[in-house]
C-alpha cells in the first residue's frame, strides 16, 4: 500500500504542489510609497531642463554648469502626473480606497501603480497588482532592476532583475526567447530590435540595450545635416575634455554638464555692410591697391622677394565674400531651434593673426525670447596657409574652445556646420580657388605664404626683365616724390621718411623700415588707399619706368 501511494499519490500531489508553491513565491505584497508622491507637482523633464538652461544663460561663465539632477521623489511624481490622467482621485485621501489605492481597478484585478528608486547606478521600477478571486485577494509585484551607464558615446541599460513576488525571472531570457521564435518566428532580440528602430540594439545574453548616442542623433536628426554636425561638435568638446559627470548619490539622478569651460565671451568680429566685396572686379581692385606695397618691398637686399601683405581685416573680407551665398541672414551660417524655446547659431568664420594664423567660428546659444541671455563660445581652429597650384589653401589643425581643446579627426563636423554651398571647403581646409588668378588679374603671381606677426604674406615672382636695381633705383624717386604730403596721415608720412632714411643709412634696417611703412599703408581706408595709388601712378611718370612697367615684372 505504502508503495502504491508513492508510486500515485505522491506524483499527484506534486503536480498540485507546483502551482501552489509558485503561488506562494509569486505572492508579495507592496505598499505604495506614498511619501514620494506627496507634495510633488510632477514637473515635466523638458521643463526641468529649461529652468536650468533659463539659469545658465543668464550670464555664463567659465565656472557656470548645467545641472539637471532628477530626485527619486521627482522622477515618481512624473509617474503620478500620468497615473492622475487615468484616475484623477488617486491617493486623493478624500477618496474611497477603490480611487485612492488603485490607479485602475475592474472586477477581477487592481494595478496600484509604479514607482520607481534610484540606487548606487541602478534604477528599480516597481509595480504593484492585486487579482481578486471571491472573497480572497492575491497580492504581487514587479520588480525591474536596472544599471545604467551614460556617457556621450552611448547609453546601456542592462537588465540586473525581473522578479515576479519573490520569484527571481531574469535567467528566463533564454528560454523565452526560444519560446518567442516559436511562436512568433523571430526571437526576442528581433523583437526587441524592431521595436528600438534601429536607434539602440539589444543583446539577449547580456540583457542589455545600447543606445548608441550618434545613430541616434543621425535618425532624430537626418533632414538637418548642418545642426547634426554642430551637436556633434559640441558633444565632441564635452567627451574628450572630461566635462560631463552623471550618477547616482543619496536617492537622486544627477548629470552635470560644464559647459562653462567653453565659453568665450571675447568680442565677435563683424564685417560692416560698407565693407563687404561686391563681386569679383572689387576683389581685384583690393587686390591690386595692396601691389603698391609689393612695390616697396623690392628695397632693403639686392636679391629681394617682393610681397603683399593681406591684414586679418582684408582676409575676413574675402572670408565673408565667398561664404555669403550659404548665410541664412546677415553674418550667420546656421541656426537651429533647440527645444522649441532656443537657438543655437553659428556665424561667418573670422581670422584673426596674433601669435599664430586662427580662423575663428563663433557659436551661441541663446533665449529666442531674450536675446541678451545667451551662451557664446568661439571654436579657434589654428591653420597653415599654403599655395597649392593656383589655389590658396588654409589647412585647419587643432581646436579649441574656452578651457578646453579637440582633436583635428573633429573638424569635419565644424566644416559641415559652416556648409560647402560655393566650394570654400575642399578635404579639411578653406579653399580660395583660382586665387592666383585673381592675383594675376592684379598683376601679380604668388609664390609662396608665410604668416606674420599680423598679416598672410604672399610672397611673388620676378624675373629678369627689369634689372633690380632700376627698380629700386625708381621706387627711391618715387619715395621722396610723395613724402610729407599733407593729404596723408602723419604716421604714412613718418614711414615714408623712415624707409628714405634707411636707404641713406646703412646702419638702419631698410627692411624694418619697410615692413613698417607696409603696416601703415594696410591701415589706410580704402578711399586713402585709392589716393596713395594715384600719386604713385603719377610719380612714376617721372621716372624710367612707369607703374604698369612693374606689373610687368611678374611672370
Do not use: C
Given at each position: 500500500m505504502?508503495?502504491?501511494?508513492k508510486?500515485?499519490v505522491?506524483p499527484?500531489?506534486?503536480?498540485?504542489?507546483?502551482?501552489?508553491?509558485?503561488?506562494a513565491?509569486?505572492y508579495?505584497s507592496v505598499?505604495?510609497?506614498?511619501?514620494?508622491f506627496e507634495?510633488?507637482?510632477?514637473?515635466?523633464?523638458?521643463?526641468m531642463?529649461e529652468?536650468?538652461?533659463?539659469?545658465?544663460?543668464?550670464n555664463p561663465t567659465s565656472?557656470?554648469a548645467?545641472?539637471?539632477?532628477?530626485?527619486?521623489?521627482d522622477?515618481?511624481?512624473?509617474?503620478?502626473?500620468q497615473?492622475?490622467?487615468l484616475?484623477?482621485e488617486?491617493?486623493d485621501e478624500n477618496a474611497?480606497d477603490d480611487?485612492?489605492?488603485?490607479?485602475?481597478?475592474e472586477?477581477y484585478?487592481?494595478?496600484?501603480?509604479?514607482?520607481?528608486?534610484?540606487?548606487?547606478?541602478?534604477?528599480e521600477?516597481?509595480?504593484?497588482?492585486?487579482?481578486?478571486a471571491g472573497?480572497?485577494?492575491?497580492?504581487?509585484?514587479?520588480?525591474i532592476?536596472?544599471n545604467?551607464?551614460?556617457?556621450?558615446?552611448?547609453?546601456v541599460?542592462k537588465l540586473?532583475?525581473?522578479?515576479?513576488?519573490?520569484?527571481?525571472?531574469?535567467w528566463?531570457?533564454?528560454?523565452?526567447?526560444?519560446i518567442?521564435?516559436k511562436?512568433?518566428g523571430?526571437?526576442?532580440?528581433?523583437?526587441?530590435d524592431d521595436?528600438?528602430?534601429?536607434l539602440?540594439?539589444?543583446?539577449?545574453?547580456?540583457?542589455e540595450?545600447?543606445?548608441?548616442?550618434?545613430?541616434?542623433?543621425e535618425?532624430?536628426?537626418s533632414?538637418?545635416?548642418?545642426?547634426l554636425?554642430?551637436?556633434?561638435?559640441?558633444?565632441a568638446?564635452v567627451?574628450?575634455?572630461?566635462?560631463?559627470?552623471?550618477g547616482?548619490?543619496?536617492g537622486e539622478?544627477?548629470a552635470?554638464?560644464?559647459?562653462?569651460?567653453?565659453?568665450?565671451?571675447?568680442?565677435?568680429?563683424?564685417l560692416?555692410?560698407a565693407?563687404?566685396?561686391?563681386?569679383d572686379a572689387?576683389l581685384?581692385?583690393?587686390l591690386?591697391?595692396?601691389a603698391?606695397?609689393?612695390i616697396f618691398?623690392t628695397?632693403?637686399?639686392?636679391n629681394?622677394?617682393?610681397?603683399i601683405d593681406l591684414?586679418?581685416?582684408?582676409l575676413?573680407?574675402?572670408?565673408?565674400?565667398f561664404?555669403?551665398?550659404?548665410q541664412t541672414?546677415?553674418?550667420?551660417l546656421?541656426e537651429?531651434?533647440?527645444?522649441e524655446?532656443?537657438?543655437?547659431?553659428?556665424?561667418?568664420?573670422?581670422?584673426t593673426?596674433?601669435g599664430?594664423?586662427?580662423?575663428?567660428?563663433?557659436i551661441?546659444?541663446?533665449?529666442?525670447?531674450?536675446?541678451g541671455n545667451?551662451?557664446q563660445?568661439?571654436?579657434?581652429i589654428?591653420?597653415?596657409?599654403?599655395?597649392?597650384g593656383?589655389?590658396?589653401?588654409?589647412?585647419?589643425?587643432?581646436?579649441?574652445?574656452?578651457?578646453?581643446?579637440?582633436?583635428n579627426?573633429h573638424?569635419?563636423?565644424?566644416?559641415?556646420v559652416?556648409?560647402d554651398?560655393?566650394?570654400?571647403?575642399?578635404?579639411?581646409?578653406?579653399?580660395?580657388?583660382?586665387?592666383?588668378?585673381q592675383?594675376?588679374a592684379?598683376?601679380m603671381?604668388?609664390?609662396s605664404?608665410?604668416v606674420t606677426?599680423?598679416a598672410l604674406?604672399?610672397?611673388?615672382?620676378?624675373n629678369?626683365?627689369?634689372p633690380?636695381?632700376d627698380?629700386?633705383?625708381?621706387?627711391?624717386d618715387?619715395?621722396?616724390?610723395i613724402?610729407?604730403?599733407?593729404?596723408?596721415p602723419?604716421?604714412l608720412?613718418?614711414?615714408i621718411?623712415d624707409?628714405?632714411?634707411s636707404?641713406?643709412?646703412p646702419?638702419?634696417?631698410?627692411?624694418?623700415a619697410?615692413?613698417?611703412?607696409v603696416?601703415q599703408m594696410?591701415?589706410?581706408?580704402?578711399?586713402?588707399?585709392?589716393?596713395?595709388?594715384?600719386?604713385?601712378?603719377?610719380?612714376?611718370?617721372?621716372t624710367?619706368?612707369?607703374y604698369?612697367?612693374?606689373?610687368?615684372i611678374?611672370?
Amino acid at each position: 500500500m505504502k508503495f502504491l501511494f508513492k508510486l500515485i499519490v505522491l506524483p499527484i500531489l506534486s503536480i498540485v504542489a507546483i502551482p501552489l508553491i509558485l503561488l506562494a513565491v509569486m505572492y508579495k505584497s507592496v505598499d505604495i510609497p506614498i511619501e514620494d508622491f506627496e507634495g510633488t507637482t510632477g514637473m515635466p523633464l523638458s521643463q526641468m531642463i529649461e529652468d536650468e538652461m533659463d539659469a545658465f544663460l543668464v550670464n555664463p561663465t567659465s565656472t557656470s554648469a548645467l545641472n539637471l539632477s532628477i530626485a527619486q521623489k521627482d522622477a515618481n511624481a512624473m509617474l503620478k502626473a500620468q497615473f492622475l490622467d487615468l484616475n484623477a482621485e488617486y491617493l486623493d485621501e478624500n477618496a474611497d480606497d477603490d480611487k485612492r489605492y488603485y490607479v485602475l481597478k475592474e472586477e477581477y484585478y487592481g494595478y496600484q501603480g509604479s514607482w520607481v528608486r534610484f540606487k548606487d547606478n541602478t534604477v528599480e521600477i516597481e509595480s504593484g497588482a492585486h487579482v481578486f478571486a471571491g472573497g480572497f485577494t492575491y497580492k504581487t509585484r514587479l520588480l525591474i532592476s536596472f544599471n545604467l551607464t551614460v556617457d556621450t558615446d552611448e547609453i546601456v541599460l542592462k537588465l540586473d532583475k525581473l522578479t515576479i513576488g519573490n520569484m527571481p525571472l531574469a535567467w528566463t531570457f533564454s528560454t523565452a526567447s526560444w519560446i518567442a521564435e516559436k511562436v512568433t518566428g523571430q526571437d526576442i532580440k528581433g523583437l526587441i530590435d524592431d521595436q528600438l528602430g534601429g536607434l539602440a540594439t539589444f543583446d539577449a545574453v547580456k540583457r542589455e540595450v545600447r543606445i548608441d548616442v550618434d545613430t541616434a542623433l543621425e535618425q532624430m536628426m537626418s533632414e538637418d545635416p548642418q545642426s547634426l554636425a554642430l551637436i556633434k561638435s559640441l558633444l565632441a568638446f564635452v567627451e574628450e575634455n572630461d566635462l560631463l559627470e552623471i550618477g547616482f548619490s543619496d536617492g537622486e539622478f544627477g548629470a552635470d554638464l560644464n559647459l562653462g569651460k567653453t565659453v568665450d565671451n571675447s568680442a565677435v568680429f563683424e564685417l560692416q555692410t560698407a565693407d563687404k566685396i561686391i563681386n569679383d572686379a572689387h576683389l581685384q581692385s583690393i587686390l591690386a591697391s595692396k601691389a603698391s606695397a609689393m612695390i616697396f618691398s623690392t628695397l632693403g637686399s639686392e636679391n629681394p622677394t617682393p610681397f603683399i601683405d593681406l591684414d586679418q581685416f582684408t582676409l575676413n573680407r574675402v572670408f565673408e565674400y565667398f561664404m555669403r551665398d550659404g548665410q541664412t541672414s546677415p553674418g550667420v551660417l546656421q541656426e537651429s531651434p533647440i527645444l522649441e524655446k532656443y537657438t543655437m547659431k553659428a556665424y561667418v568664420p573670422y581670422v584673426t593673426i596674433a601669435g599664430g594664423f586662427v580662423v575663428n567660428v563663433p557659436i551661441t546659444i541663446e533665449d529666442t525670447a531674450n536675446p541678451g541671455n545667451k551662451y557664446q563660445t568661439i571654436i579657434k581652429i589654428d591653420a597653415t596657409p599654403e599655395v597649392s597650384g593656383n589655389d590658396l589653401r588654409i589647412v585647419l589643425n587643432t581646436l579649441a574652445a574656452g578651457e578646453v581643446t579637440l582633436g583635428n579627426e573633429h573638424i569635419g563636423n565644424i566644416l559641415t556646420v559652416l556648409g560647402d554651398d560655393n566650394g570654400f571647403i575642399v578635404d579639411g581646409a578653406f579653399v580660395i580657388e583660382n586665387f592666383d588668378e585673381q592675383m594675376n588679374a592684379a598683376g601679380m603671381s604668388i609664390q609662396s605664404v608665410a604668416v606674420t606677426s599680423n598679416a598672410l604674406r604672399l610672397y611673388v615672382s620676378l624675373n629678369d626683365s627689369i634689372p633690380i636695381a632700376d627698380i629700386q633705383e625708381a621706387v627711391q624717386d618715387v619715395l621722396n616724390a610723395i613724402a610729407d604730403n599733407p593729404n596723408y596721415p602723419p604716421e604714412l608720412n613718418d614711414a615714408i621718411n623712415d624707409v628714405l632714411d634707411s636707404l641713406l643709412d646703412p646702419e638702419v634696417d631698410t627692411e624694418e623700415a619697410v615692413a613698417n611703412l607696409v603696416a601703415q599703408m594696410e591701415n589706410l581706408t580704402d578711399e586713402e588707399q585709392e589716393l596713395l595709388y594715384n600719386d604713385l601712378i603719377a610719380a612714376f611718370e617721372d621716372t624710367d619706368l612707369d607703374y604698369e612697367d612693374l606689373f610687368n615684372i611678374v611672370p
